[in-house]
């Protein structure tokens, strides 16, 4: 990569974009994993991984344990885990009909991003956001990391999509998230340790 590649890569906004595992990524905790950027800065980056469900963890349940009263709409799907960092903490990605006053994120038009306790209210109600996920913890870089990984080439960057970002099937979401870039996983990963 040239210095000129470099520079690109730096001044590139990636919240609203999707970061996906190239095989030769090399840490185990981000394997074949697809990642909404939901920020982006000179500072830090913070992104919500789309494709690990946490072990056991159901959305109803998970709403039972937080005391919050569902009217039997919250749809019985897998938790995920958004990331290594604070793994207690909750968070929506939801489609832009909802929106807590000053806690919403705003990544796109169409996706925002809700940390409090409200969004996970209007998921139980009787007028859910009409697409939501949630994760618990988040993935985060500090200043220059993301960037030396994506010279590095440990990952790929993608155009969000939204049928891929709430698809309740987790486990097929990196093998779709290579087919947006053209990529056909199989054969990928057949190369790769071919160098």
Known sequence: MTRNDDSQIADRY????LLIA???????????TVILMCD???DHAMGIVL???AEGLRLPSLLEQLGIESEDTAPDRAVLVGGPVERDRGFVLHSADFESDESTLAISDTIGLTATKDALEAIASLRPPRRSLLALGYSGWGAGQLEEELASNAWFVADADEELIFAETVDTKWERAMELLGIDPERLSSLSGNA
Request: proline content about 14%; aromatic content about 4%.
């Open 51 to 53: 494709n690990k469900p």
């Open 14 to 17: 990636l919240g609203g974009k």
């Open 40 to 42: 982006h800065s000179e």
């Open 22 to 32: 190239s095989p030769s990524i090399g840490d185990p905790r981000f394997d074949r």
